[in-house]
Structures are given as C-alpha cells and as structure tokens.
C-alpha cells in the first residue's frame, strides 16, 4: 500500500538551454544562467519574493489497492505570468531516506521530455523546446518502492533572469490513512538565530473576543478575506500570538506608544524562498529597513512560519515584559498601539511596505490590553491628515477650479457691474485665487508637521509620487499671484505673454493638483472610503463636460459680440453729449449664467459629499 504525501516538484526552467535542462541540473536543479551582457559575471541569483506560479496535483488521494499510480501535474501562472520552461523531479520527504533521490517516472507530453537522473529512468521532465505558456500539464506514476511520503519542489524561471528555485509546495499533500503524517522538525537558521517550523493549522475567526484577542481588517472579516488578521491568547508571562496576511513576501506586526513608526518593537514573518518561512525580530528606525535584533529572549521555539495559497501565515510567542531582552523591545504589558503592515522582498532584502490604502499599513484605533481578550476592528484616525486632505479638495476642486473658469469665460460678463471698483469676474476670481493660496498654505504646513518633514513614502508609485508633485503644486500657486501683482500695463506689449503664463502656470497647477488628489485618496493613512474616489472623477468629468460647452459656445457667440463691441467703440467714439453709454451685454448670457449655477452647485454638493466622508466615515 502506498502512502504518498507529495509536497514537492522541483521545476526549473534554464532559459540557457531552449531544448531542455542538462542532466548536470539534477542534483541541485539551479538554473545555469550568466548575465546575457557578459559570460564572465557570477550567475543570477534566484528569486526571493513569493512564486507567482500554482502547482496542482489529481488526484489529491491515492488508492490502497494499486501498486503504482499515476497523478496529473499542473504547473500554471498567476495573473498572465508565463512559463518559459522547466525541470520537474519527485523526492523523499524523510531526511533518513536519500533526499536527493529522484523517484517515479514521468511521461512525456507535447513540448517536454524525460532525463534520467541518478541511475534512474525517466525520473525527471524538462521542456523539449521554448515555452512561452501560462500552463503545462505533465503526468507522474509512483513505483512499488516509493512507499514514503514525496515531496515536490518547484524552480521555475519567468525570463532569462528571473527564476525560482527550490519552492516547497507544502499546500499539495496527498496522504495515505495507512501511513502517519510526516512529522514537522523546528529549524533554526544559525546565521540569524530565527526558528521557522514549516505546515499550520488554518487561521479561525471564532472564538475571536471570547477565547481569544482578535484584531482584523476589514471589519469582522474571516482570516482568508482580511486584509489583516492577528490574534492573540495572553498567558502567565507571554502572550501567544497568530499573525496573517495576504502577500508576496513578508508581514509584520509591531507594537507602539503612539499612532506613528519609529522606534517600535517589530516581529516580522518573511517568506526567503526555496520553501523557508521565516519568523524574527526587529526594530523600526525610520530608516528604509529595520535593524534586526536576537530573538531568542523574545521569541519561542515554537515560533512557527508558512506561506501558502499567497498568504503569510505565522505563530510566536512573545513574553510581557521586555526588560529581560532589548531596551528597545515594546513592554506589551501595558496598552500598546498595534501596527501591521505587509510587502515584498529584494534579493532575501525585506522591502520597505506598501503605502497603498488596500495594502498598506493599518494601525489600531485605540491602544490594545494585549493581556486581555477583546475583538478590535478600524484603523487609527489622523487629524492633520483629514485636515490637509479637506483642505486641499476646498482649494482645488472648489476655489481654484471655479475661479479659472470664471477668469478664462466670464470676462464679458456683467459689464456694466461693480465689486470693490473692479469688474465683477476679476474681483470673484481675485477671491477665489486668494482664497486658494492660503488654503493650501495651511495645508502644507499641517501635512510637513504630521510627517516630521519630508515624507518620502515607497510603493506603489502614485503614493511616492504624492509629496514631490504636491511641493511642484505648492510652488505654482505661491508664484502664480506673484506673477499677478507685478503684471504689466494692460495696454502693454508684452501683456498677451503675462496672459499666456499666468493661465499656463494656474491650469498646470490645477491639472497636478487634481492628479495629486487622486493618489492621495490611495494613501493609507489618509482612510478615504473607496468609493470617494468616484464622486471626485464625477466632478473631474463634469468640469471637463462645462469646459468643453463654454467653449463651443464662446465659439459660436464670438462674431456677435465682436459686433456688438465694435458697436460700442464707435458710439463712444460719435458721442457729442459726453454721456455715459452702457456697455453692451454678451450674447448668450442667459446660458452662461446657467452654466455657471450648474457648475457651482454641483461643485459645491461633490465637495461637500467628500468633505464629510472624509471627516466622519475615514
């Protein structure tokens, strides 16, 4: 009877060799791949964040009955990944046993072929030419004597110099009742002190402000479906903690006196490759990594870390008080701010995480009793934040935007009509320009207090983005009414290019302001309800729809109030009496001012609906 538990294919595609992997690849199935530019360089390094590639095995159960049997393997990629080829082998799981033993036989199909590894026969499939598929189907039969448990290791190469090597594909097991399961060894990486134990239990929601302290995201979300999820059962002296999250390479959970990184106390669970889930200690510096610090005073050997289906999965241990370890290690307790963020890695580098707001760091709304059981859920709430994001969406979206339609359509407009000595379209878009300045004045000044200064924020490009073109926008509007008040004459020469610039630099402003705006909403901190991100491309739709209709229409009107104007110079120019004459009223207007309510309404109810999303439900 035959009890194969198979949890790893080994698959490396060798981009170096378009016919197949050599028989020299079968021992360690390392890709031989050379920098392309020069032979003489050393050899690409394997990936290290999470494999973008699935493995599937059918059936998932053998029989007890037959000798031998054959199971259908499926290697597919992710989201369009493709595979350009690859090399597949069967080996022991138990260590007593040879593991570098290739086992079974494989059966070629369309595109692949077999190598003999080892003395063996057929014991191992590569690809027979160039693949650029988003799948391969191969087929594996287990002998009389494979009576162990089979693991498969996956190697797999996307391009000539991206590839993975050696991933343990622990989540296709196939057990035999007649056969225990395969015990699970604690290891220690001695580099790094770090315990890792590979194969979990899944994650559970119940119990969770009962049995056990839950903090999740989103709200009352199951483990699988949050974004975040960490609980924890307090005992005498340590508090026993499951951490999770959807990735590609690392999570981490911290512990804080305040709403802000820095100086926190991290664990973090990092998926290394080649099947090494790992689980350590670390300090947030404010630098772009943090500073790695001995676990053992804080960290159980039971520590234990996996990653599986895209998620990272982990459980430690981790003692109250920390005044045995690093002064630098959080005392949990006490109430402790609790954050949690996630993201990939670089060359076995943990990467600086995720600022978006569906992946990035969450931080719990109130401090956490860690030594009791409750159910938390929410993010932590920053004023300055809010405050800045309304204010700049007044700036723009309301006083900016408003006051450059008004100056670049309503100039004809109430010709005959007074504000403080000026026209009324001036002294409305003097206003509202005013009104612009100091706003966003204000909310740069809160936002460099919040961040401390500069922010310089990582991933994805839209948030790193964010503070450069938001400086960019401060800047044009600071220089744009500077440029107003030293203009030229009106009847100048060179006043047509005063015009030109004082419209190009305001409508640049607007045009990245309106940008910036869209990639602040993706910012995490800022906890802006998705769906505001709509009713902003409402308004930004509008806005275009009006511009587009002043403009035909301003078109259309141009020759009749051309004449009408020229009209007007003529009587002036005729009149004997030296009577005052009215200046003639725009052709259209009716239509303008309706469009201009229109606008305005609109406007206003758009910014209102953001404003107060932004300040009750963020």
């Known amino acids: 009877m035959h009890n194969l538990c198979l949890l790893t294919l080994l698959v490396p595609v060798v981009l170096s060799y378009p016919s197949g992997a050599p028989p020299r690849a079968c021992d360690n199935m390392v890709p031989g791949h050379f920098v392309k530019s020069d032979p003489d360089k050393p050899k690409i390094e394997a990936q290290n964040s999470a494999m973008p590639y699935t493995l599937t095995i059918n059936p998932k159960v053998f029989s007890k009955n037959l000798l031998s049997q054959r199971l259908i393997v499926t290697l597919s990629g992710m989201q369009g990944n493709l595979i350009r080829g690859f090399f597949l082998q069967a080996r022991y799981v138990d260590s007593t046993k040879n593991p570098d033993v290739a086992l079974g036989r494989f059966v070629p199909e369309a595109g692949t072929k077999t190598i003999n590894c080892g003395g063996g026969q057929n014991n191992a499939i590569t690809h027979s030419r160039r693949l650029n598929v988003n799948s391969v189907t191969v087929r594996w039969e287990s002998s009389a004597r494979e009576k162990a448990h089979i693991q498969f290791i996956l190697t797999v190469v996307q391009t000539y110099e991206i590839f993975w090597n050696a991933e343990l594909m622990t989540d296709q097991v196939i057990e035999h009742p007649d056969i225990p399961a395969p015990q699970l060894k604690y290891d220690i990486n001695p580099e790094t002190n770090i315990y890792r134990k590979v194969g979990l239990p899944p994650f559970e929601a119940i119990g969770c402000g009962t049995a056990k302290g839950c903090y999740r995201h989103p709200r009352g979300c199951a483990p699988t479906y949050c974004t975040y999820f960490l609980s924890w059962i307090p005992d005498v002296d340590v508090v026993n903690f499951e951490l ?83 002064r630098r290690v959080k005392d949990i307790n006490k109430p402790v701010y609790v954050l949690m963020a996630k993201g990939d890695s670089k060359n076995g580098q943990m990467m600086s995480h995720d600022m978006s707001f569906e992946n990035g760091p969450i931080v719990s709304p109130d401090k956490i009793n860690l030594g009791k059981i409750s159910d938390i859920d929410g993010k932590a709430s920053y004023p300055l934040i809010k405050a800045h994001a309304i204010l700049m969406i007044l700036a723009f979206v309301l006083c900016a935007s408003s006051g450059i339609l008004i100056a670049r359509y309503y100039k004809p407009m109430w010709p005959n009509n007074r504000s403080c000595g000026d026209r009324i379209w001036f002294s409305t878009h003097r206003t509202l320009m005013i009104n612009t300045l100091i706003l966003v004045i204000i909310a740069f000044i809160l936002i460099f207090i919040e961040a401390g200064g500069y922010s310089k924020m990582d991933k994805p490009w839209m948030v790193e983005a964010h503070p450069i073109i938001g400086i960019i926008v401060t800047c044009l509007v600071i220089i744009n009414p500077i440029m107003a008040i030293f203009r030229c004459d009106p009847k100048a020469r060179c006043r047509p290019c005063y015009n030109w610039f004082h419209w190009l630099v305001g409508t640049i402003a607007l045009v990245l302001a309106t940008l910036n705006i869209f990639f602040g909403m993706n910012i995490s901190k800022a906890n802006v309800p998705w769906w505001v991100t709509w009713v902003m491309v409402i308004w930004v739709i509008i806005h275009f729809i009006v511009e587009i209709t002043l403009e035909i229409h301003q078109c259309c009107v141009h020759k009749k109030n051309k004449r009408r104007r020229e009209d007007y110079e003529l009587k002036k120019r005729t009149d004997i009496h030296g009577e005052p004459i009215l200046e003639p009223e725009p052709a259209g207007r009716r239509f303008k001012n309706g469009m201009l309510a229109f606008y305005v309404t609109i406007t206003v109810i758009l910014v209102l609906i953001m404003v107060l999303s932004i300040l009750i439900l963020s």
């Open 244 to 326: 999770m999250a959807k990735t590609s390479s690392w999570v981490a959970v911290g512990f804080s006196d305040d709403k802000n990184m820095g100086e926190d106390s991290v664990i973090q669970c990092a998926y290394h490759g080649q099947g090494q889930s790992l689980v350590g200690e670390s300090v947030n510096t404010n630098q772009p990594n943090n500073v790695p610090i001995p676990p053992s005073s804080l960290i159980d050997t039971s520590s234990v870390a996996e990653f599986k289906d895209g998620y990272m999965r982990c459980q430690f241990s981790r003692t109250k008080i920390a005044g045995l370890g690093d």
